[in-house]
């Protein structure tokens, strides 16, 4: 039985795009994580007067608006780097 290169080379090729999309997907749910609490962190140092054993109305809403603030500013800074790498503006 003779081996054949071309198809073992096309199959470590898949394996090898298969993995490196794994691994993107990864680094994507890795870099949402530490999004979430970086802004757990900022929002409840911004909001949380002092903890109890519920959250008031207030401190709710405070968190929930802190929350989509920084979710808002996050694509809005991610859109204009998108946007200028596009156009070749970022070297």
Same mark, same amino acid.
């Not at 920084?70 to 694509?75: E, G, M, N």
């Given at each position: 039985? $003779?081996?054949?290169? #071309? *198809? +073992? *080379?096309? *199959?470590?090729? +898949? &394996?090898? #795009?298969? =993995? /490196?999309?794994?691994?993107?997907?990864?680094?994507?749910? $890795?870099?949402?994580?530490?999004?979430?609490?970086?802004? %757990? !962190?900022? @929002?409840? !140092?911004? @909001?949380? !007067?002092?903890?109890? *054993?519920? =959250?008031? #109305?207030?401190? $709710? %809403? @405070?968190?929930? #608006? @802190?929350? &989509?603030?920084?979710?808002?500013? %996050?694509?809005?800074?991610?859109?204009?780097? %998108?946007?200028? $790498? /596009?156009?070749?503006?970022?070297?």
């Amino acid at each position: 039985m $003779a081996f054949d290169l #071309s *198809s +073992a *080379s096309a *199959s470590g090729n +898949a &394996e090898t #795009s298969e =993995l /490196q999309r794994m691994i993107a997907v990864e680094q994507q749910k $890795a870099q949402f994580e530490a999004q979430v609490h970086t802004f %757990t !962190d900022v @929002c409840w !140092d911004k @909001c949380m !007067d002092k903890p109890s *054993s519920k =959250l008031d #109305s207030r401190t $709710a %809403t @405070c968190l929930a #608006s @802190c929350v &989509e603030r920084f979710i808002d500013t %996050t694509l809005t800074i991610t859109n204009r780097f %998108t946007h200028m $790498a /596009q156009k070749g503006g970022m070297h």
